[in-house]
């Protein structure tokens, strides 16, 4: 039969803002998550990382934060260009599982100038 | 240095054909992951490959397959070919260093397979 298509979740917001991107993330065991960016035509490129024994991960204009207990990521992205539209994605890893990254459905960000 | 390169960038296949996608990976990298994208499912994981050996595998089935050769390249081979199979087929590579979380994956820009 047809398959569904994923709705991915969108966030829309104005040029110099910040963004906040959410993840659930599915296994608790999973010892690495990191953050991908894709463009429109291009494959993911990879924003920022975090180990599981860390809750706060800051990069430039980019913060991950981690929260075990309820097993969610979060993105933020300070000052949003336009530059930033993309579909962000989380990944998950098990440090058992070599290059195996589980992937969420991703959220579309488009920023208006 | 070089990216990750994947070749073709399209292609176009009949229902019950076969194909095969490469990718080169980074100088230097000894891990290579394939992941198929679409719109229905989104990002999973299909294959990786260290030092010619398939160490992972993800829920597909047999119809899809892959290698590593000594140079690190891989190919990636889909027989009998379904419309669903339709999709980006993205490679990654990595160091691949056994026990280190911190290894980052580089993605190719991907094959885009469409099945008529």
């Known amino acids: 039969g047809e398959s569904v298509g994923l709705h991915l979740p969108t966030l829309s917001v104005q040029e110099g803002d910040n963004s906040i991107i959410n993840c659930a993330y599915s296994n608790s065991a999973s010892d690495y998550f990191i953050w991908y960016k894709q463009e429109s035509g291009k494959g993911p490129q990879f924003i920022i990382d975090i180990r599981s024994n860390m809750d706060k991960r800051q990069g430039q204009r980019v913060t991950v934060l981690l929260n075990k207990t309820v097993k969610h990521l979060s993105l933020q992205i300070a000052a949003t260009q336009p530059g930033d539209s993309a579909v962000y994605f989380c990944?998950?890893?098990?440090?058992?599982?070599?290059?195996?990254?589980?992937f969420g459905q991703g959220t579309i960000l488009t920023v208006h100038p | 240095k070089a990216g990750v390169t994947q070749t073709p960038r399209y292609l176009i296949k009949t229902r019950g054909q076969q194909v095969t996608l490469s990718c080169s990976p980074i100088s230097g990298h000894r891990s290579v992951s394939w992941y198929q994208q679409t719109p229905g499912q989104g990002l999973q994981f299909l294959f990786e490959?260290?030092?010619?050996?398939?160490?992972n595998k993800g829920n597909f089935p047999g119809r899809f397959s892959g290698r590593q050769f000594s140079n690190s390249r891989s190919e990636m081979n889909v027989s009998t070919l379904e419309l669903g199979d339709s999709a980006l087929y993205l490679c990654?590579?990595?160091?691949?260093?056994?026990?280190?979380?911190?290894?980052?994956?580089?993605f190719g820009q991907g094959t885009r397979l469409t099945v008529v």
């Open positions: 990654a590579s990595s160091l691949g260093l056994g026990g280190d979380l911190n290894t980052e994956a580089f």
């Open positions: 990944a998950e890893k098990l440090g058992t599982s070599y290059g195996k990254l589980t």
């Open positions: 490959y260290f030092s010619e050996t398939q160490r």
